[in-house]
């Protein structure tokens, strides 16, 4: 029989005071932090302003990211990292940086981090060294650091009606994404339709026609017609396989996501692996999504990262199917800097789907997809489609 795990032991007192004590310490970092990102809002109209906020910033996070990890241990549940992916270049960082709401959290904790260090964490050691003070600091402690805690997490965390606000903006967006995708979908297939099948069938037409004004007047001439149109069928119907294609490739709805992706890898001008570990199918949708998201990052491991092996990998835990692409190339992969990255994550996005990319300098390059689904039984997976 299994049983749950175990919450995470709150630290003593003896650990609180090594806490407070460090964060004391730090507090004359962010004074002088606090300074300089003030100097720096200042000559912001000069160039010194700027590399001095984008100096200062990530320095500040760091110190953050420390009392973040404190008081999750203080209350025993996670208080996460919130910041938004800062991608390379100057003014892309900078950017970021100015528009994450987090950056302007951060800058209102500062002055009241370094008034809580010197009130409650000094507090704390005073009581820790004295003699007569000892028991009063014994129990009294961890209160005051859980206060410390508090005050941290409140400004260092967003708020459930802040995430919920977030969310909603999140879906908002990915939902207008996914119209315009969709939109543009419609219009392609209008136009291979128009352009290929379409043509191809007025070209049968008027050959069926002059075959049929030629037949009793020259019937060689209309047997040559007729062949002519049977060629032309031919080739009007594998534009309509193109299409269909397109649509949703009769390969995923034979073999599943696991054998269409090796199919993909397959077709690859490097060695490729798959290992697909997956108990059953993802809804077509998803699945479908899942399957151009891969193509898409293959292509670009082929056309950009100059890689001499890639692999992937394919599972499913926790309600998130997830797909990790990656490569041994040059790295250095900007998911900002290329329509095909952006084009991926619109695709995800419209499943509530995400897309992480690592990428350092040298390689390796890691793409990991995740959608949220569950999977059907194997039992009851779809029939393959017929030919």
């Given at each position: ?10 630290p ?20 002088v ?23 200062v ?15 999750a241990?203080?209350f ?6 919130p910041?938004?992916p ?9 950017r ?6 987090m ?14 260090s ?16 000892w ?16 005050v ?6 967003y ?11 999140v ?10 995708h ?6 392609r ?52 396989r193109?299409?269909?294609r ?24 490097i060695?490729?692996s ?25 292509a ?10 890639a ?5 499913h ?30 695709r ?8 992480a990319?690592?990428s ?28």
């Open positions: 029989m299994s049983t749950a795990p175990e919450s995470p032991k709150p003593g007192p003896f650990l609180l005071t090594g806490y407070a004590a460090a964060q004391l310490g730090m507090s004359i970092a962010l004074l932090l606090f300074v300089l990102w003030v100097l720096g809002g200042v000559l912001a109209v000069l160039w010194v302003g700027l590399v001095l906020l984008i100096a910033i990530p320095a500040t996070r760091a110190i953050a990211n420390v009392h973040r990890r404190m008081a241990r203080v025993g549940s996670p208080v996460p990292d910041y938004r800062a991608p390379g270049g100057f003014f892309t960082r900078l970021v940086y100015a528009t994450d709401p950056t302007w959290r951060d800058l209102a904790w500062m002055p009241v981090a370094f008034v809580a010197f009130t409650i964490n000094l507090t704390v050691l005073i009581l820790a060294l004295g003699v007569v003070t028991f009063i600091w014994w129990f009294a402690t961890p209160w005051l650091m859980r206060a410390r805690a508090a941290d997490r409140w400004f260092l965390a708020s459930r009606t802040e995430k919920l606000e977030q969310r909603v903006q879906l908002t967006e990915t939902r207008a994404e996914a119209v315009d969709s939109a543009a979908e419609l219009r297939l209008e136009r291979d339709l128009h352009d290929g099948a379409q043509a191809r069938l007025v070209a049968l037409s008027m050959s069926l026609g002059m075959a049929d004004a030629a037949f009793d007047e020259d019937p060689d001439q209309a047997r040559r017609l007729i062949q002519d149109a049977r060629a032309t069928t031919t080739s009007a119907i594998g534009d309509l193109s299409v269909v397109g649509i949703h490739p009769p390969v995923l709805a034979d073999r599943g996501l696991g054998g269409a992706v090796q199919a993909i890898a397959l077709d690859m001008a060695p490729v798959v290992d697909a570990r997956l108990d059953g199918r993802p809804p077509a949708p998803v699945e479908a999504c899942v399957y151009f998201a891969v193509a898409e990052c293959l670009n491991v082929v056309k950009h990262s100059g890689a001499r092996n692999w992937i990998t394919l599972s835990g926790d309600g998130v199917l997830q797909a990790v692409v990656g490569d041994d190339g040059a790295g250095g992969a900007d998911p900002q800097s290329g329509t095909g990255m952006l084009g991926v994550m619109r995800l996005g419209a499943f509530d789907g995400t897309m990319v690592s350092p300098t040298g390689g390796p390059t890691l793409i990991t997809l995740e959608v949220p689904c569950d999977l059907s039984s194997p039992r009851t997976m779809p029939s393959s489609a017929p030919d």
